[in-house]
């Protein structure tokens, strides 16, 4: 199911209560950073009341000795040392909270994200996933960590400021009260204004986080079609875009700070003109006067904070939205209910379509498959041939469940005589290895690129499987030899090296069976070659395992047991090599146009 895309007026109202799941695991240090919160907020109360002891009674007595004002100093600094302590404790546990649970939230996001079948890519950019993971994880973090810390101190500070204005001053009270309300309520209607913009923004900046992975991924192609100047222009429109959505915010936002402002200092101005007024009528006693404006200095701080904390807290539920909607897109293909581990197969696995059918979902006009029916015994070799269109790595794609059928498709799978949907998606795909048309070589070193579908792998086995695929001589040649770094998508490698390395992978798994996609495609003639040669050693293991092979170079597949010719979705012809050539149908048209008789290919010397 691909992620609804967003307009910037509507919202799912999970918000900041999504994250509840990820804080649950942490209630003890929770309740930890709270109980230091709420000493911290009690010592900044106690300061008002141990200011007015020192004003109305050290001071009245320092007259006569001096010494009476030790007493009201030391507890000023006991107050305050308590508040410093509190504070750091506090402000400690919650930077911890905020980068453990965001760690955890981007953790399950990116597990999640790797269930998804490829028909989710279809339809989310990567760049989008990627902002997500990053950008909104580390607004995320900034609240939880730094901005909620801040809003629960200053709540409860001034929650308790208001409870002791009731209790020394009730009529003032009243008056706070009416204040307060007409700096709250307009602060709230400017915060939902901020909240659908601060959600559009984030889009817009993954909008532009989008265009800059696909390019950068891209980049030799862009290069060479001199392509520079039209990206960057691109980049600089989506990133223009972004700029005038999160201006508009900040406007906005501005405003709203602007207002509080504003606000909270006629609300102070004029509690200290009251004030001043009761001391000098002789209603209020100096040191009353320095408690109640205190506290009501701390409630206005409390409510600008709070407005402060309130514009970081829509973001924070902006972004938190955006996760949330990204970790709860269920993976459009799970195990069923029931499914079973696929059993170990020393022979192959035995692999039926029966009367396929299918279209993808993001094409569902056009039929990839048309009535596909093929058997296929263990331990087999088969190869499929014909036009790029004809539906062969449609195959492949329905046989690991990377796509699933759907409501106006028909036939099955079967997989050792049962439906491919009673074995559990691991096991499946653990008793499949492949090597893709363009061999995937990750950043990491040679050796772990070669284990990778078997990470245990001692190494001998990697060499062995390396030496198979005729790739240990490039290998040892590099630098660092076998633990050379490969740098991004393999650059440090030629394509034929890329490929030989992803079957020396395919052969180390050892898996069952065994899915070759056009391996020697875009090769040079050396290359393709070594990559046969590669190839030869893969297929050599006919009786151990099932092997299906998609090839447009006929002379890669001549050694199968099988070829199997399709055309617009469909089979129309199989047999072996010369049964083919004899019949003068596509298979013979096509070996035609690469000159092939019945020859077969030569593996080069090493």
């Not at 905020?98 to 760690?103: D, K, M, N």
């Not at 039209?230 to 005038?244: C, D, I, N, P, V």
């Not at 950043?443 to 390396?466: F, H, K, L, M």
Request: zero cysteines.
């Amino acid at each position: 199911m691909p992620l609804a895309p967003s307009d910037g007026r509507t919202a799912r109202p999970v918000a900041l209560s999504g994250l509840r799941p990820f804080l649950r695991p942490y209630r003890p240090q929770i309740a930890l950073a709270l109980l230091f919160l709420l000493l911290a907020a009690a010592a900044t109360l106690s300061f008002p009341w141990a200011l007015r002891v020192l004003i109305d009674q050290g001071l009245a007595r320092a007259g006569q000795d001096p010494a009476h004002l030790h007493g009201p100093f030391l507890g000023l600094f006991g107050v305050a040392t308590a508040l410093g302590v509190f504070s750091a404790l506090r402000f400690h546990l919650m930077s911890w909270l905020g980068e453990r649970i965001t760690a955890d939230v981007r953790n399950a996001v990116y597990g999640h994200v790797l269930r998804q079948s490829p028909a989710f890519f279809e339809h989310t950019a990567t760049g989008e996933v990627l902002s997500r993971l990053t950008n909104d994880t580390t607004l995320v973090q900034t609240v939880l960590g730094s901005s909620l810390s801040m809003g629960l101190r200053n709540l409860v500070m001034g929650v308790g400021a208001l409870a002791m204005l009731v209790w020394t001053q009730p009529y003032l009270m009243l008056t706070v009260a009416v204040a307060i309300a007409g700096i709250v309520l307009p602060s709230v209607w400017i915060g939902r204004r901020v909240r659908r913009l601060s959600r559009d923004s984030q889009d817009r900046v993954a909008d532009a986080s989008a265009v800059a992975a696909e390019v950068l991924n891209h980049v030799a192609t862009v290069q060479g079609h001199t392509a520079e100047p039209r990206e960057s222009a691109r980049f600089a429109a989506a990133t223009e875009h972004a700029f005038r959505t999160a201006t508009r915010r900040s406007a906005v936002r501005a405003a709203m700070v602007a207002f509080v402002i504003v606000a909270n200092a006629a609300f102070l101005l004029w509690g200290l003109f009251r004030g001043a007024s009761a001391v000098i009528a002789g209603d209020m006693s100096a040191g009353e006067l320095g408690q109640t404006v205190v506290y009501v200095m701390l409630v206005a701080a409390s409510v600008a904070v709070l407005a402060e904390v309130y514009g970081d807290v829509l973001r924070a539920a902006g972004a938190t939205e955006r996760l949330m909607e990204l970790l709860h897109t269920p993976p459009s293909i799970v195990d069923a209910a029931g499914a079973q581990p696929l059993p170990a197969s020393p022979q192959g696995l035995a692999v039926r379509f029966e009367d396929l059918s299918f279209h993808y979902p993001s094409r569902p006009g056009q039929p990839a498959l048309r009535s596909v029916s093929l058997d296929i015994r263990a331990g087999e070799t088969v190869a499929l041939v014909g036009p790029s269109g004809a539906g062969k790595s449609t195959l492949f794609q329905l046989l690991m469940r990377f796509y699933e059928l759907g409501p106006g498709d028909s036939g099955q799978i079967l997989v050792q005589g049962r439906p491919v949907q009673h074995w559990t998606l691991q096991s499946l795909r653990e008793h499949i290895a492949t090597v893709p048309q363009d061999a995937v070589v990750f950043s990491t070193t040679a050796r772990d690129n070669i284990r990778y579908g078997r990470p245990q792998a001692t190494t001998a086995e990697v060499e062995r499987a390396a030496e198979a695929a005729w790739a240990h001589d490039f290998l040892l040649a590099l630098p660092q030899g076998y633990d050379s770094p490969l740098g991004e998508h393999g650059v440090r490698l030629s394509g034929g090296q890329r490929q030989r390395l992803a079957i020396a992978r395919a052969l180390l798994k050892d898996a069952p069976l065994l899915l070759l996609d056009e391996a020697t495609s875009a090769l040079d003639a050396e290359s393709e070659r070594m990559v046969q040669a590669a190839l030869d050693a893969a297929l050599s293991g006919q009786g151990q395992r099932t092997t299906l092979v998609i090839a447009h170079r006929l002379a890669t597949v001549q050694r199968a047991d099988r070829i199997v010719v399709m055309d617009q979705g469909r089979i129309v012809e199989q047999g072996r090599h010369a049964e083919l050539l004899a019949q003068g149908g596509l298979y013979a048209r096509l070996a035609s146009l690469q000159n092939l008789g019945a020859s077969e290919h030569r593996a080069p010397d090493r």
